[in-house]
Nanobody, 114 residues
Framework: VQLQACGGGLVQAGGSLRLSCLASGNIFSRTHWGWYRQPPGKQRELVATITALGSTNYGAAVKGRFTISRDNAKNTVYLQMNSLKPEDTGDYYC?????????WGQGTLVTVSS
């Protein structure tokens, strides 16, 4: 399975971005997916998950601001990020949840300026 995330960019605090992640292969619909982020100089962390049935869960730092969703027909998982803060800056990746079992893709960089 190959993972390709996109949609990152530079945004001012309070702004929004929508990330997308396309997964190759035919296991997408049966898989629990997650969005992870790696702030500069820190370890990668799981920020949002969505099960195969569509149940979602969020880390405390992003709850109420981020929304994870999926489109099984497009093999794509999304992360809508609102009310962005400078501490949301980092590289964002998708992978299986709760642990990424596939090879990590390139990620997409989100930079939030204050």
């Amino acid at each position: 399975v190959q993972l390709q995330a996109c949609g990152g960019g530079l945004v001012q605090a309070g702004g929004s971005l929508r990330l997308s992640c396309l997964a190759s292969g035919n296991i997408f619909s049966r898989t629990h997916w997650g969005w992870y982020r790696q702030p500069p100089g820190k370890q990668r962390e799981l920020v949002a998950t969505i099960t195969a049935l569509g149940s979602t869960n969020y880390g405390a730092a992003v709850k109420g601001r981020f929304t994870i969703s999926r489109d099984n027909a497009k093999n794509t998982v999304y992360l809508q990020m609102n009310s962005l803060k400078p501490e949301d800056t980092g590289d964002y990746y998708c992978n299986t949840a709760p642990r990424g079992k596939f090879t990590w893709g390139q990620g997409t960089l989100v930079t939030v300026s204050s």
